[in-house]
């Protein structure tokens, strides 16, 4: 049978039930599984708990989700009894404190925001917790973390447009380039997933892109992805102040080794880019490559130093909720089949070290270095503790 049948016939045998709550940090607005998704799931065999209004701000209506054949309720309470919990945000410690023991959660991490009293929450139910910004696929790639850079780099560069052509923000001035005119300059800070994004964007409004980052390899891998020829160079202080002074949108997304920013652009060079420029500094939520950024949200999301606008939100795919959520469910419906496939998630996560390298809690025991140095808090090694499964 063709794959697309396949994919649709499974045993009847009984399966795990899935809840999904409404998201309630602050000006988090994606929702992790959307009603096609949740149909997919159904067709499968899953029973799927959402509560009422979950999908509302990414414009997916009750209707929608029970339509699919998910089990609408009232409250979060009920959502958090099922066997696996998916969320966009971690789970606060009021919303463990409502969980089953032994549940299997799949959220983000944040790892610089979470507190000690959280890990420990999660370990003292037994809760297995996934970290889906850690998940890995076969290329070693983060596939979710992937498909949300590609989102918030296309987005920065509109986002960049908008703010130029304001009278008040920027100088009236259209990102990009037209026949007897010079094109705008757009200077990205980085060559990953996001400034790639960014780079083609930029380039199909038709502005000229400069690329920095202290990674040869990216910077050619970026420019084969990309297909177009752009300026590159390596982040030396004289070439990259240059840039900026005739820049009309820099775009910070770079990153060091260990996952945080570093403010690589100092105040003295913001101080000489022209009036109306855009900065739009993407890694604010790691520390922001600019000493002048600080952080902003989606209610006042600009503000202006030496006369350049700075736009420093840090969860930018929150601003377009509908097309992110899709890019988080397009990977947790699968996932959850292949689960069930497999035996279970302790099948999997012993078959798959991708999936290992996103789970932060086992069974209740803590399985990440870094967490547990940070916090004094007792470590075991997940390959070890699988070891005798394999």
């Known amino acids: 049978m063709p794959q697309e049948e396949l994919l649709m016939v499974k045993s009847d045998s009984k399966k795990f039930t899935i809840g999904v709550p409404k998201e309630i940090v602050f000006q988090e607005k994606r929702v992790a ?24 701000n990414a414009s997916f209506s009750n209707e929608q989700y ?23 945000a971690p789970a606060t410690i009021d919303e463990v404190a409502l969980m089953n023991k032994r549940v299997i959660i799949i959220s983000a991490l944040h790892e610089r925001i979470q507190s000690k009293e959280y890990y420990r929450s999660l370990m003292q139910k037994g809760i297995t917790a996934l970290s889906y910004e850690h998940i890995r696929n ?18 920065s560069i509109l986002l960049a447009s908008t703010y130029l052509a304001d009278l008040e923000w920027g100088r009236g001035k259209m990102l990009g380039g037209f026949i007897g ?16 994004s960014a780079a ?45 002074k005739t820049a009309d949108v820099v775009i910070g997304a770079l990153y060091l080794e260990n996952g945080n920013a570093a403010p690589i652009v100092s105040e003295q060079m913001v101080e000489s880019m022209k009036d109306g420029a855009v900065i739009i500094d993407i890694s604010i939520d790691k520390g922001g490559c600019f ?4 952080v902003t949200n989606h209610d006042n999301p600009v503000f202006k130093k030496h006369g350049v606008t700075h736009y420093c939100v840090p969860n930018i795919s929150s601003r377009t909720p509908h097309t992110s959520s899709y890019a988080l469910s397009n990977y947790f419906a699968p996932f959850i089949i292949r689960m069930f ?5 302790n099948q ?22 870094s967490i547990a140095e940070q916090y004094g808090m007792h470590f075991q090694n997940l390959n070890l503790m699988l070891a005798a499964f394999r």
Do not use: M, W
């Not at 998704?37 to 159904?42: C, E, H, I, K, R």
């Not at 999997?348 to 209740?364: E, F, H, K, V, W």
């Open 181 to 196: 005119i010079n094109p705008s300059e757009v200077v990205i800070l980085g060559a990953g997933a996001v400034a790639e």
């Open 200 to 244: 083609k964007t930029a380039i199909g409004l038709g502005a000229l892109v400069k690329v920095f980052d202290n990674s040869i390899t990216d910077l050619r891998r970026l420019q084969t992805n990309v297909g177009k020829p752009i300026y590159s160079s390596i982040l030396q202080p004289d070439v990259l102040k240059n840039a900026l």
């Open 341 to 345: 496939d497999d035996g279970g998630l």
């Open 138 to 155: 076969y290329t070693n790639e983060h596939p979710i973390l992937h498909s949300i850079s590609e989102i918030v780099g296309s987005t």
């Open 291 to 294: 000493e002048t950024s600080k």
């Open 66 to 88: 029970a339509d699919a054949g998910a089990i609408l309720v009232d409250s979060s309470q009920e959502v958090f009894l099922c066997d696996i919990i998916l969320k966009v």
């Open 348 to 369: 999997l996560i012993i078959n798959d070290s991708g999936i290992r390298a996103g789970t932060y809690i086992y069974n209740g025991k803590l399985t990440f270095k």
């Open 33 to 56: 599984i959307v009603p096609s998704a949740v149909s997919l799931l159904v067709d499968n065999g899953f029973e799927i708990t959402v509560e009422k209004d979950a999908g509302k």
